[in-house]
């Protein structure tokens, strides 16, 4: 809440050691993982250590100051019944110091540091039964069946005119890639290739677009979805993608340009996407091949999910302000507003044209404190649900 430095240099904390208690987590992590002490699920993981980046990103510029350093110890009555040492033990005063910090976001550790110690076994069980490989079996020849189908599909055909003959859209990709020898594809919201055969097509676009479009220099392609099965995971290594073992709820920051396919995502996804690459050096490393951010930002909050509790459609409110204010520094080719073809519905390629002298914060559309406590004390309650 107060991620800037004219308020965080207005602050004193009296509280725990930042130090220790990064590193009480991580022991709590290591033990959690080898055994030592019941698993918490991926949601519960992700959610805690998105919350320790910013412990993580302003120890560097913090000054601890043990209270014992302070000379007050000794004034304290140390009976046999009160022992302030035992009972504050790790309590320090905190002074931030980050008056020569232009970007605050730069001090935030990555997603991809935040879940790097995540075990795969923690979120997917990928080992497969005799059933389970019998349909891995299946589902590539389904595969290889459906990259054909659609390499000779119109859609696929005005996909790929677009790309050699849209003169603005060549332009965009160019202006990013610039000498990059490789770009890297993210997929969020594949859905689950057993089970959806929309899947099947929207895998088989990113194969495609990897193998036979060259100005996109696309290298490793990384999958995500919570619906995929082993059978799933295994199809999708088969052709060479990776498949990601945590599940980043779309916050990843990049700092090199990068293709993110959101077929079926979310406006929630969308927004953390944003709202993680929160600055225009990161926005415009962002090619976007999903909704138009103008459909997104159509939606009222009130009337996303009739079953939403007061927590969630504060949520919503609170993701929806970040696609309302970028919307309008978009830019968006649609590929084919005429084809009725379900797997690709809404499909637009996505880029943020930003000046680096943009306050962003301040055209934010506001969210008050007391909101922002509600979802966040909403999130935990949801995350602790998990692990019950």
């Not at 002074?95 to 540091?113: K, R």
């Not at 003169?167 to 859905?191: D, F, P, Q, T």
Request: net charge negative.
């Amino acid at each position: 809440m107060n991620w800037c430095p004219s308020r965080l240099e207005k602050m004193m904390i009296l509280g725990t050691s930042l130090t220790f208690m990064a590193e009480d987590l991580d022991e709590f992590v290591s033990c959690s993982t080898n055994g030592g002490r019941p698993k918490m699920t991926v949601k519960k993981l992700s959610y805690v250590r998105d919350r320790l980046r910013y412990i993580w990103g302003i120890k560097g510029h913090t000054r601890e100051l043990e209270i014992e350093d302070c000379g007050l110890s000794s004034s304290v009555d140390k009976s046999e019944s009160y022992n302030p040492e035992e009972m504050f033990e790790d309590l320090c005063w905190h002074m931030f110091d980050v008056d020569a910090v232009e970007d605050m976001n730069t001090l935030l550790p990555s997603t991809e540091i935040c879940f790097k110690w995540v075990d795969s076994d923690m979120s997917y069980p990928y080992r497969m039964d005799e059933e389970d490989a019998e349909e891995l079996l299946k589902l590539q020849e389904d595969m290889k069946i459906t990259i054909m189908e659609l390499r000779e599909s119109e859609y696929y055909r005005k996909l790929r005119d677009q790309l050699e003959e849209e003169h603005l859209l060549k332009r965009e990709i160019s202006r990013r890639l610039g000498s990059e020898e490789k770009m890297e594809m993210v997929i969020y919201a594949l859905g689950d290739l057993e089970y959806d055969f929309n899947s099947h097509y929207q895998l088989a676009l990113a194969l495609l677009l990897r193998e036979e479009v060259d100005m996109l220099k696309i290298g490793e392609i990384q999958v995500f979805d919570p619906l995929l099965t082993p059978t799933d995971a295994n199809v999708i290594r088969s052709f060479g993608c990776t498949v990601l073992s945590v599940n980043e709820f779309a916050r990843r920051r990049v700092e090199r340009p990068t293709l993110f396919f959101l077929p079926f995502a979310g406006f929630d996804l969308v927004a953390n996407l944003l709202e993680t690459n929160w600055s225009p050096s990161h926005l415009e490393n962002l090619i976007i091949l999903g909704t138009s951010l103008h459909v997104w930002g159509k939606t009222s909050p009130d009337v996303v999910r009739l079953e939403e509790s007061e927590a969630e459609k504060l949520l919503s409110n609170d993701r929806l302000r970040y696609i309302r204010m970028i919307r309008d520094w978009s830019v968006e080719f649609i590929i084919d507003d005429g084809h009725q073809w379900h797997p690709f519905q809404q499909i637009c390629w996505v880029f943020i044209n930003l000046h680096s002298g943009i306050d962003f914060n301040s055209l934010l559309p506001g969210f008050s404190t007391i909101s922002k406590i509600q979802v966040d004390h909403g999130c935990a309650e949801l995350a602790c649900d998990s692990i019950r």
